[in-house]
């Protein structure tokens, strides 16, 4: 279906016919393989096609929905397609968009992650990942710029973001006891002051683009009424699906066995993810690298390139992490290293996302209960305050491993500072895509690493 000519008049545009099941897969399939440009990229690739081409879901319909996906930990934009999916058509519908949403991306990532274990050491390859690192620091310097200038809108979130920012660089205080503190103070702050704690995020639409199927009357289908025994079923279900894997990991491998602490771990990780991708990054690095030791700095932030760098959520970094973690640690023997990395990759990923299908599912006829707009609650605004800080801590992390790679006491490393500040002001003064920089940057590092 074209777009509409500026000549049609939209309340004369016929509504869509039902789409099947089948139509709809084809499409999230192909939505998993263009999902680029991270969260804002995909939620606006979704736009396009779903509110204003096709007229699947109108405009205040499809922000109602996102506004809900932007209170849960977890990529929202993987879940706006898992509710989308399952409003159209019902559970499976769901499954099927939000995991046609991050399929292609773990396969893509799965074979990436080989070829940078077995060829890193490359002359060419090194190059490319020479230029990319310092890329990475400004694009996560850019990420805390973003979130910011749309989360500090008071004096009171500035100082919550500073203290997150002091707690976890100098102090070391975990991830999830940053998040809590913020919650609290969020939530006193909400009480004492709700008007510094108020919080915007997208507001109801009053632009449509024609009838849509899922119009802004269109009453909510049966399977998306509330039901305690659905409800019921699903939470069992969830746990079911939760402690399977757990337990036969735990069986085969122990407690303490590196793919049953991934599993443990990055199920932690899944239920911190408030604020996206590099909310969680933080905690990503303080566990993965600095507790259990399953892969580098360098290795971080290379994983990380590789996440920019394919479609789905950014947060499938944490394919890399497990692959990069059980390959070399040669869970299966030297002699199935890949099969132990491709493991380890799906096994993170389903416990990494199984919570985020779970939320949708289970909230999903509770917003459908009402058409108003959501809003952010004050503990959540107190939240994203203290993302900006873990997430600016982030690119101080990756600042000095790329500008000091053999630390304060050697000379800074002048052209991965250079090549830092490019693009930055490629992303911040020119607007570039984080694809575009990425490939500029990789070039310019591979002439210098071969003219080295």
Excluded at 301 to 323: H, K, Q, R, S
Excluded at 348 to 364: A, H, K, N, Y
Aim: net charge positive.
């Amino acid at each position: 279906m074209s777009k509409v000519s500026p000549s049609v008049l939209e309340e004369d545009l016929p509504r869509p016919e039902t789409i099947s099941l089948r139509e709809a897969f084809w499409f999230w399939l192909k939505l998993g393989f263009i999902s680029f440009g991270g969260p804002a990229g995909q939620i606006s690739i979704m736009h396009q096609e779903l509110v204003e081409r096709r007229r699947w879901i109108s405009e205040r319909r499809f922000l109602h929905a996102l506004n809900f996906c932007m209170l849960l930990p977890g990529p929202e934009a993987q879940q706006l397609a898992t509710y989308i999916g399952w409003l159209m058509h019902r559970t499976r519908g769901g499954v099927i968009a939000g995991g046609l949403f991050i399929l292609p991306s773990l396969f893509i990532l799965i074979a990436l992650s080989w070829m940078y274990i077995a060829f890193g050491d490359v002359p060419a390859v090194a190059g490319l990942f020479y230029g990319i690192k310092p890329a990475v620091t400004a694009i996560v310097v850019q990420a805390a710029h973003r979130i910011g200038s749309r989360a500090l809108k008071s004096g009171w979130l500035w100082a919550i973001a500073a203290a997150s920012f002091v707690a976890i660089f100098a102090f070391d205080v975990p991830f999830p006891l940053i998040v809590l503190s913020a919650a609290l103070l969020g939530y006193l702050g909400g009480r004492l002051a709700p008007e510094k704690f108020r919080v915007g995020g997208h507001s109801a639409a009053k632009k449509s683009y024609g009838p849509a199927l899922i119009d802004d009357d269109t009453p909510s289908p049966e399977h998306a009424r509330f039901s305690w025994v659905k409800l019921a079923v699903l939470v069992l279900v969830g746990a079911t699906l939760w402690a399977l894997p757990m337990g036969v990991l735990t069986v085969l491998f122990g407690w303490e066995g590196t793919l049953t602490q991934m599993g443990w771990f990055f199920t932690k990780a899944a239920l911190l993810t408030f604020g996206g991708a590099y909310a969680v990054l933080p905690y990503v690095y303080q566990g993965a690298v600095g507790h259990y030791g399953w892969l580098t700095p360098t290795q971080m932030i290379d994983g990380l390139a590789l996440g920019e760098t394919t479609p789905g959520p950014l947060i499938m970094v944490v394919a890399f992490v497990g692959f990069v973690g059980a390959y070399v640690s040669q869970v299966f023997g030297a002699d199935q290293v890949f099969l132990a990395g491709a493991l380890a990759a799906t096994l993170v990923t389903w416990f990494t996302f199984l919570p985020s299908f779970l939320f949708i599912l289970v909230g999903g006829p509770l917003v459908e209960a009402t058409h108003n707009e959501l809003k952010f609650t004050a503990p959540l605004t107190g939240i994203t305050a203290a993302v900006v800080g873990v997430i600016l801590n982030l690119a101080v992390f990756f600042g000095y491993h790329v500008l000091w790679p053999k630390g304060f006491s050697d000379t800074l490393d002048w052209p991965s500072a250079l090549i830092a500040i490019a693009a930055a002001i490629a992303l911040f003064r020119f607007k570039r895509g984080v694809i575009q920089v990425l490939l500029a940057c990789a070039l310019v590092g591979l002439v210098v690493h071969l003219l080295r």
